[in-house]
């Protein structure tokens, strides 16, 4: 089963995700981002859930927490906006960003997708990684310091007289 660390102070909210995550990840919680970043390197885990919403991380713990962990995928849960509240730090660092007020279905096939498209790019940046691309090789150079690739239409003529002496052809075109 894949395993999610949440960062969260709210009850309330890590209730409804073990709700509505029950069955596709596995919650663990954590009491601050770094100690969620930290699981997430040695234990098996796909995800850190950041409640970014509840005061518990900051933009900058975030942007370090990237830095160190780059392979971690961070969501971002924020609530809905009441009124002239101000805009939530830190949405720019997460990989995703979903609202909790969703259903709990839509939230758990937000997660399962994002999962799926972090884990597919992972795999197509390994095979990137592990086929590089050879470099085309250089054309070879002569004894007359060409690169031969004049001497291209002098192989076709010569091909073309080969070709009519031994087909018998009076004008080859």
Request: hydrophobic letters at 45%; charged letters at 25%.
């Amino acid at each position: 089963m894949k395993a999610a660390v949440l960062v969260s102070r709210d009850a309330a909210l890590v209730a409804q995700l073990q709700r509505a995550l029950a069955g596709a990840l596995d919650l663990l919680p954590a009491e601050s981002l770094a100690r969620g970043v930290e699981r997430s390197a040695t234990l098996l885990v796909h995800v850190v859930l950041v409640d970014l919403g509840g005061g518990v991380v900051t933009p900058e713990e975030l942007g370090q927490a990237r830095s160190r962990q780059p392979q971690s995928f961070l969501v971002g849960l924020v609530r809905p906006a009441v009124g002239a509240e101000p805009p939530v730090q830190g949405v720019a660092e997460c990989d995703l960003v979903i609202p909790v007020d969703l259903p709990d279905a839509a939230l758990r096939a937000a997660v399962d997708k994002a999962l799926r498209v972090h884990r597919l790019g992972r795999e197509l940046a390994a095979l990137r990684r592990e086929r590089g691309r050879p470099e085309a090789p250089a054309p070879p150079i002569h004894g007359n310091g060409t690169s031969g690739s004049g001497s291209m239409g002098t192989a076709l003529r010569e091909l073309g007289k080969l070709l009519s002496t031994h087909f018998d052809i009076e004008r080859v075109v």
